[in-house]
Nanobody, 120 residues
C-alpha cells in the first residue's frame, strides 16, 4: 500500500504565494509521475501540473508562469510553488502519484487533498 500526504495549504491574499508538498511512502518500487490536481465544489477535478521521473513537466494554461512543480526523487516528494495567486485558484488541491509497487503493479494513488483559499 502507498500513502500520499499533502501539506502547505491555507489562506492567502491575492498576489501571495504558497508552497504545497506531497510525500509518498509505503510499498514503492518506483514512481513514474507525480502531479497536482484541483477541484472546486461542483466542478470536475482538473490537472494543475505534473512531472515525470525524467523531469519533464506539464502545466495547465491557467497556471503557466505562476506555478512551478518540482520533485525530490530521493524523498519521493513533489512540490508545487504557487506565486501570484488569484481568487480563481481557490480549490482543494490533490496530489496524485503513478506508482509501481513492490509487486510491480502500476497504480494511481491520490492524497486526501489540501485546501487553498485565495481571498482578502
Amino acid at each position: 500500500q502507498v500513502r500520499l500526504v499533502e501539506s502547505g495549504g491555507g489562506l492567502v491574499q491575492p498576489g501571495g504565494s504558497l508552497r504545497l508538498s506531497c510525500a509518498a511512502s509505503g510499498s514503492i518500487f518506483s514512481i513514474n509521475s507525480m502531479g497536482w490536481y484541483r477541484q472546486d465544489p461542483g466542478k470536475q477535478r482538473e490537472l494543475v501540473a505534473a512531472i515525470i521521473s525524467g523531469g519533464s513537466t506539464n502545466y495547465a494554461d491557467s497556471v503557466k508562469g505562476r506555478f512551478t512543480i518540482s520533485r525530490d526523487n530521493a524523498k519521493n516528494t513533489v512540490y508545487l510553488q504557487m506565486n501570484s495567486l488569484k481568487p480563481e485558484d481557490t480549490a482543494v488541491y490533490y496530489c496524485k502519484a503513478n506508482v509501481a509497487d513492490l509487486n510491480y503493479y502500476v497504480i494511481d494513488y491520490w492524497g486526501k487533498g489540501t485546501l487553498v483559499t485565495v481571498s482578502t
